[in-house]
């Protein structure tokens, strides 16, 4: 009875692969996230969804693509991967996409690039 | 306009003691001020927020003092325990959160 969870919770792959992190969220929210979180612990939003549709979109190399099939599942695919980005990434989910929501955090995803 | 400063990077407190972690927002549009609380191989769960309508929350032995006019916020942490060791990350914003660079406390037992 996991609220957010994401699979696989390790990847170690290549530069140059393509890889895909999967969320689900059984909370029944509206609005989903992704979080890169680097070695220095530093969080920071990503993408976000509301109702499958694209709410926020920060500055990301365009080799990563997120995409929600519904909305208790956002996907993030990463194109051409490269040695910085190699991190942890969270997705976490929201009632709704305004002020004061608590976001709920899955248990991340270390991705390592070597 | 968009960053939160947080301090002190890391912190150690001996069990029993006051706990004190400090923020400072520049956007003075942001109007929902979280702590997060994550622990190693943890996802970050939320501890405790605030509205600016208010100067201080309490909830348990963790309150937050929040002061408008100077745009900081603060986590206070009473009775710290060795269980509270982990890093502690304030956060801001509207419909999107920025996040602090991060707390790592330490409380000895």
């Known amino acids: 009875d996991t609220a957010v969870s994401q699979t696989p919770k390790y990847l170690v792959t290549q530069m140059g692969n393509d890889k895909s992190i999967k969320c689900e969220q059984n909370l029944g929210h509206d609005t989903m996230y992704w979080y890169k979180q680097d070695s220095k612990k530093f969080l920071k939003i990503m993408f976000s969804?509301?109702?499958?549709?694209?709410?926020i979109n920060e500055t990301v190399p365009n080799r990563f693509s997120p995409k929600s099939p519904d909305k208790a599942h956002l996907n993030l695919h990463i194109n051409s991967l490269e040695l910085g980005d190699s991190a942890v990434y969270f997705c976490a989910s929201s009632p709704d996409s305004g002020s004061g929501y608590e976001q709920y955090f899955g248990p991340g995803t270390r991705l390592t690039v070597t | 306009q968009q960053q939160v400063k947080q301090s002190p990077q890391s912190l150690i407190v001996q069990k029993g003691g006051i706990s004190i972690i400090n923020c400072a927002y520049e956007n003075t549009a942001f109007d929902y001020f979280p702590w997060y609380q994550q622990f190693p191989g943890k996802g970050p769960a939320l501890l405790i927020a605030i509205r600016p309508d208010v100067s201080e929350k309490k909830e348990g032995r963790f309150t937050i003092s929040f002061n408008k006019s100077a745009k900081q916020f603060s986590l206070h942490i009473m009775d710290s325990q060795p269980g509270d060791s982990a890093t502690y990350f304030c956060a801001a914003g509207t419909y999107k959160y920025i996040f602090g660079t991060g707390t790592r406390l330490k409380v000895l037992a």
């Open positions: 969804y509301n109702n499958k549709e694209l709410i």
